[in-house]
């Protein structure tokens, strides 16, 4: 329950919305999707493109899937209805890391900003620490893709975010013989 609170203000602006966009124009199959137990984690809310939506012939045909915090759309045959594949971990993996960064903006937005309104600026304080706390999802991300491109590496896929999901993925695929 605690780190719905801490993904409140990501999820209710961004990650809901973003989900249900993508149902009420290319999607179908919105359903909220956990993983299975004994792996960690809470109810995400999620859609499939629809295989005659516009993305899905066109730009968005060579990804599996998208993560925005407690929101995922998955592509075209890219989940296992009842079961649990790699895609679905690698997706899974992403929200993993989204709860720790909100967790952590959280704490950065409430010490940045209690320490603003300390100094009698009360409402610059507040919109501060809630800049932070909202923002911070996109600043890691962000840093990550600058690491990865100043290594050489391509930005998305060199990042340490996106290199560990995938080799979380690869795993569950190894041992689950996808």
């Not at 909202?134 to 060199?158: C, D, K, S, T």
Request: contains cysteine.
């Amino acid at each position: 329950f605690l780190v719905y609170v801490a993904t409140s203000l990501w999820d209710i602006t961004i990650a809901g919305p973003a989900i249900l966009l993508v149902r009420a124009f290319w999607g179908r199959n919105l359903h909220w999707e956990s993983p299975p137990a004994p792996k960690p984690g809470g109810p995400v809310l999620v859609c499939e493109l629809h295989p005659d939506s516009w993305p899905a012939r066109t730009w968005f045909k060579a990804w599996g899937a998208v993560t925005f915090g407690h929101g995922i759309f998955y592509g075209v045959g890219q989940t296992t209805p009842g079961g649990w594949n790699g895609v679905q971990e690698h997706e899974h993996v992403h929200v993993e890391q989204f709860e720790g960064i909100a967790l952590a903006s959280l704490f950065n937005g409430l010490w940045v900003g209690v320490t603003i309104a300390a100094l009698g600026h009360g409402w610059a304080g507040l919109i501060v620490g809630l800049l932070l706390w909202w923002l911070g999802y996109l600043i890691w991300g962000a840093g990550n893709w600058a690491v990865a491109a100043m290594r050489g590496e391509p930005f998305y896929q060199g990042s340490s975010h996106e290199e560990s999901a995938y080799a979380q993925g690869d795993e569950h695929r190894r041992t689950h013989g996808e």
